[in-house]
T-cell receptor, first 114, second 115 residues
Framework: AQSVSQHNHHVILSEAASLELGCNYS??????LFWYVQYPGQHLQLLLK??????LVKGIKGFEAEFIKSKFSFNLRKPSVQWSDTAEYFC????????????FGKGTHLIIQP | EPEVTQTPSHQVTQMGQEVILRCVPI?????FYWYRQILGQKVEFLVS????????KSEIFDDQFSVERPDGSNFTLKIRSTKLEDSAMYFC?????????????FGDGTRLSIL
């Protein structure tokens, strides 16, 4: 079975700082990788996804993530964060080629200070 | 943008009672899912449903749980005899995938509180 670990449970940054949230997964086969965001009081929204092809994927709101297969990593980045990025961020994975349930990491609570 | 809708937003139930959580997936989607998130813990997969049958389920999804698609729009999760540890946020999701590689879209969740 696959598992996902997110290294940082709480991150506090100032506006305009650069962001990198770590995500590592364990699974030997082909995987699909996702980052979801949950703004306060809202549902999980897809930020970006990787299925195949270019390992650097761009998502909404200026976020990007890089899939490094050799490191089993899919870190989320944003060059300059805004106060509105305050949210919970979840890395998730499911097996490639299917519509299996997602395995989530524990989430990172990101707080952006104005 | 089409959304997954869940009702109710908050359900309070006595221990031992049955509860049904309801979801309306996005209309052209084919795969349906339930997840739960116990307070302070990560989101956990419960079950996936395709073509009117369960396609995958986790260890959490024991005999107390069942899912149903009673009509063309609703997708329900039933917990037969609730326990205190069933208190959690329950999320429904759907995807358009037929053969994989489509993202899952989530509803706002139902907060289930067992007293």
């Amino acid at each position: 079975a696959q598992s996902v670990s997110q290294h940082n449970h709480h991150v506090i940054l100032s506006e305009a700082a650069s962001l990198e949230l770590g995500c590592n997964y364990s699974y030997g086969g082909t995987v699909n990788l996702f980052w979801y965001v949950q703004y306060p009081g809202q549902h999980l929204q897809l930020l970006l996804k990787y299925f195949s092809g270019d390992p650097l994927v761009k998502g909404i709101k200026g976020f990007e993530a890089e899939f490094i297969k050799s490191k089993f990593s899919f870190n989320l980045r944003k060059p300059s964060v805004q106060w509105s990025d305050t949210a919970e961020y979840f890395c998730a994975v499911n097996k490639g080629g299917g519509a299996d349930g997602l395995t989530f990491g524990k989430g990172t609570h990101l707080i952006i200070q104005p | 943008e089409p959304e997954v809708t869940q009702t109710p937003s908050h359900q309070v139930t006595q221990m031992g009672q049955e509860v049904i959580l309801r979801c309306v997936p996005i209309s052209n989607h084919l795969y349906f899912y339930w997840y739960r998130q116990i307070l302070g813990q990560k989101v956990e997969f419960l079950v996936s449903f395709y073509n009117n049958e369960i396609s995958e389920k986790s260890e959490i999804f024991d005999d107390q749980f069942s899912v149903e698609r009673p009509d063309g729009s609703n997708f329900t999760l039933k917990i037969r005899s609730t326990k205190l540890e069933d208190s959690a946020m329950y999320f429904c999701a759907s995807s358009a995938s037929q053969g994989g590689n489509q993202p899952q879209h989530f509803g706002d969740g139902t907060r289930l509180s067992i007293l």
